[in-house]
């Protein structure tokens, strides 16, 4: 099973959104930043790397808001774990992404997020988490 984990950036009461290149797997897909847990390494010491490498922040990584495993259709399993970030140093800059946005918790569910979201986006929208 493949581990990942996910952060949720929030300011001024919304939160970053970041959509995949037409190059990666699931193309053009939302998805919240973040990605693959290295072997050895600790979610948190993952997730402030990933932050860095795809925003160039350095993030202070909060408590885990949420933990969701998937399998897609095609057989592959996911274990996502999201994490609230609220505080980090450096500008966000687009490194990786197509695209990334501020997004209003209620406009959430109109991006075409990764079917592994697609609850923790709802939940979100409707104010359940955070």
């Known amino acids: 099973m493949k581990r990942v984990v996910a952060a949720l950036i929030w300011q001024a009461d919304k939160l ?31 997730l402030r790397r990933e932050l860095e490498e795809e925003l160039g922040i350095v993030a202070r990584i909060g408590d885990e808001v949420a933990r969701i495993q998937h399998e ?43 079917e592994a979201d697609l609850t923790l986006v709802s939940d979100l929208a409707a104010g359940k988490l955070l």
């Open 16 to 46: 970053l959104v970041c959509q995949r290149t037409r190059h990666q797997t699931m193309p053009l897909k939302w998805e919240f930043p973040g990605g693959k847990i290295e072997d050895g390494e600790q979610p948190r010491d993952a």
């Open 72 to 114: 897609y259709p095609n057989g592959g399993m996911v274990e996502l774990r999201f994490f609230a970030v609220r505080e980090y140093g450096g500008e966000i800059e687009n490194r990786i992404f197509r695209d990334i946005q501020w997004a209003e918790r209620k406009d959430l569910p109109n991006y075409d997020f990764l």
